[in-house]
């Protein structure tokens, strides 16, 4: 994430709604979580729903593409918080 989608996050202008996680080719991906453009910023602003890519280990990627695998199950992203200056994603899995 860039510094201006920090900021606008800090300052609650994020939306989860619609938003799903998902594996492709050994990476994960979050799709349609809507960051609005910070106030105060400049060209240094990003497209609102653009594809953001999870930093994540090959562990916790495998345990993952188990569970997605499964009939029905789909990775939801449930809550975004901040943990030593970092954002952190929750994701959770829900059935379809």
Known sequence: MTGTE????????VNLKDSY??????EAFVYGIHI???????IQNKDPLRTRKLLLN????????????QKGLSLIPMSLYFKRNRVKIEL?????
């Open 21 to 26: 996680a998902n594996i492709k080719n050994g």
């Open 6 to 13: 920090i900021k606008s996050i800090r300052n609650g202008k």
């Open 58 to 69: 090959r562990r916790e990627i495998n345990k993952l593409i188990g569970s997605i695998q």
């Open 36 to 42: 609005s453009p910070y106030e105060h910023g400049n």
């Open 92 to 96: 959770r899995h829900w059935k379809r």
